[in-house]
């Protein structure tokens, strides 16, 4: 089957920086997404992957290791409008996007 | 208008009863998308279209229905709605389909309650 893991959950403090994982399993890979989600809101694109490497976007960054089957986010000078849920989404071989149950980021003052 | 726009915003329905939920974009994309979001759960891919005309089934189909009769009008039935079905529904678009890289723009969703 088809498989996108995320930590449920993860807390940080303003200011500093958090590292949100994305491991997954799936028949194919044509790229790798993340999106944004604001409670009660629509996700919005953030950032996109399909070779292996670090791509860098302001305060966010994301990486992708193909082989490994393996992702992450990561947000640097956090701030209060960070808190939302963050979406791991994989196109597979039919080019439909696979999502993750996604990861709610609390940050603290 | 600019962007997705889905109606109803929310909507309470009994169980048996038929619902359409509407989408409409006016970004002239060829591909559109509808999904669920359930708690605990990824999206969901219920049904897609890469062009007018043409549609597809995604992971989770049953129960829902969809015409593409234009570009910018991505309708989803509910035939004969259960509770199961309860759910938030979010339709999306991207310039194309397919092998084509591009990102996927959202609605702001429908949320639908079957009691």
């Known amino acids: 089957g088809q498989n996108i893991d995320q930590p449920t959950e993860m807390t940080a403090t303003e200011g500093a920086i958090v590292q949100i994982n994305c491991t997954y399993q799936?028949?194919?890979?044509?790229?790798l997404f993340w999106y944004q989600q604001h409670a009660g809101e629509a996700p919005t694109f953030l950032s996109y992957?399909?070779l292996d490497g670090l791509e860098e976007k302001g305060r966010f960054s994301s990486f992708l290791s193909r082989s490994k089957g393996y992702s992450y986010l990561l947000l640097k000078e956090l701030q209060m409008k960070d808190s939302a849920s963050y979406l791991c989404?994989?196109?597979?071989?039919?080019?439909?996007?696979?999502w993750g149950a996604g990861t709610k980021l609390i940050i603290k003052p | 208008i600019a962007g997705i726009t889905q109606a109803p915003t929310s909507q309470i329905l009994a169980a048996g009863r038929r619902m359409t939920l509407r989408c409409t974009q006016d970004?002239?994309?060829?591909?559109m998308y509808w999904y669920r979001q359930d708690l605990g759960l990824g999206l969901r891919l219920i049904h897609y279209?890469?062009?007018?005309?043409?549609?597809g089934k995604g992971e989770v189909p049953d129960g829902y229905s969809v015409s593409r009769a234009n570009t910018d009008d991505f309708p989803l039935t509910l035939a004969s709605a259960v509770p199961s079905q309860t759910s938030v529904y979010f339709c999306?678009?991207?310039?194309?389909?397919?092998?084509?890289?591009?990102?996927?723009?959202f609605g702001p969703g429908t949320r639908l309650t079957v009691l």
């Open positions: 999306a678009s991207s310039e194309s389909g397919g092998e084509a890289y591009n990102e996927q723009f």
């Open positions: 989404a994989v196109r597979d071989s039919n080019y439909q996007l696979i």
């Open positions: 992957n399909v």
């Open positions: 799936t028949s194919g890979f044509n790229g």
């Open positions: 279209s890469n062009t007018a005309g043409t549609t």
């Open positions: 970004m002239r994309h060829n591909a």
